[in-house]
């Protein structure tokens, strides 16, 4: 799951405001009717299933090195973007509002975060380290809950202590015997969970972030292609069906941003927080029967101590946002010269 693999945020941000006339996809929490949530279950379920399978595509890309299929996805990513856009009829009037305020030297850090995770992952699927990838896609919920409390202030409940300390554990554990792949599993939680942090700033739909992001890479990805076609290293056009799929590369980059945003706003948020496991899990079984790697018995114990934390957290953030909410009560009567007090923010 690349990004957005993982998958991004579906929420608007607490503190952000929207850009232009370009308003984000409703809340996945609102209540939803039936008919609603089978029609964003098939998108949901596709988006998490290409996430998953992101590994057989990288591996096709070789002998291309993990820098210039990096580039060439942002550059294809750029143009399948901007059709999808013009497809849509989506307005472009955000577009003045972002490079005005300052919210556009936040997209270029998001950016550079997300060219830095998606490099990470296609080095780790080429050099044989798709079980390592997963992982990191396992603990980048737990990281952005370490996150909401030190960047955001966000309180941590008893669900999160523990999944958290759990997790932590499990890794503690893969990282007794298995320490020198470790480090892929982390750069991709924290690079992700930072550039989820980073967005909170500046909130843009999912497909118009991307669009911005590849934009600001597209001056250093394309000069590099141009670069590495002048010296005869470049593997596009050298051979038609690797130079599809490089091409294709920057498609399935947008697809299931698109159908993720169709789920979205149809799904509950229990739903969306199951589905968001279905890429890495899928990542971690190609990683041990396609691509042949060999797990054992340390990495099984310490997977399954993360496994068990993720659960824990997820339960837990499903109950929060099921619970109804309950308005204080007391004796005395409410006065009736200031509002009365409500829920606090969770």
């Known amino acids: 799951m690349v990004a957005a693999e993982p998958a991004p945020d579906a929420s608007p941000s607490p503190r952000g405001r ?13 209540p939803v009717g039936e008919a609603s949530r089978r029609a964003g279950l098939l998108p949901g379920v596709a988006a998490y299933l290409i ?7 990288f591996a096709a890309l070789v002998p291309a090195t993990p820098l210039e299929i990096l580039a060439h996805r942002i550059v294809w990513s750029l143009a399948a973007v901007g059709l999808v856009l013009v497809v849509l009829r ?3 009037s955000w577009v003045l509002a972002l490079v005005r305020s300052r919210r556009l030297l936040r997209m270029a850090l998001a950016a550079l975060l997300i060219a830095v995770n998606w490099l990470t992952f296609i080095w780790a699927v080429n050099n044989g380290h ?30 999160g202590r523990t999944g958290a300390l759990l997790a932590l554990v499990g890794v503690g554990v893969i990282a007794w015997e298995n320490w020198q792949g470790l480090w892929i599993s982390l750069m991709l939680a924290g690079s992700f969970g930072l ?16 669009f911005v992001e590849s934009a600001l890479l597209t001056p250093m990805a394309l000069p590099y292609l141009l670069w590495l076609g002048s010296q005869g290293a470049g593997r596009f056009g050298s051979d038609a069906r690797l130079s599809g799929l490089l091409v294709l590369a920057g498609v399935l980059t947008a697809v299931p941003l698109w159908l993720f945003a169709i789920a979205a706003v149809q799904l509950p948020y229990g739903v969306l927080g ?42 837990g953030a499903i ?18 010269d200031h509002p009365t007090p409500g829920t606090p923010p969770r």
Not at 51 to 57: A, D, E, K, Q, T
Not at 197 to 207: D, I, N, Q, T, Y
């Open 319 to 336: 109950g929060r946002r099921g619970a109804p909410r309950r308005t204080p009560t007391s004796a005395v009567p409410p006065r009736t």
């Open 274 to 315: 199951m589905l968001q496991y279905l890429g890495p899990t899928l990542q971690f079984v190609l990683g041990i029967t396609v691509f042949g790697q060999h797990v054992n018995a340390s990495y099984w114990v310490g997977l399954v101590l993360v496994w068990i934390g993720s659960a824990v957290y997820l339960t």
């Open 130 to 159: 798709v079980v390592e990838g997963s992982l990191g896609y396992f603990i980048n919920p737990l990281v952005n809950i370490a996150l909401g409390v030190l960047l955001f202030g966000e309180r941590m409940g008893r669900s």
């Open 90 to 92: 989506r307005p472009w």
């Open 195 to 210: 550039y989820g942090a980073v967005k909170k700033g500046a909130p843009l739909p999912a497909l118009e972030g991307l």
């Open 18 to 30: 929207r850009l232009g006339r370009v308003s984000a996809a409703p809340s996945a929490t609102a």
């Open 51 to 57: 996430w998953g399978v992101f590994p057989l595509m």
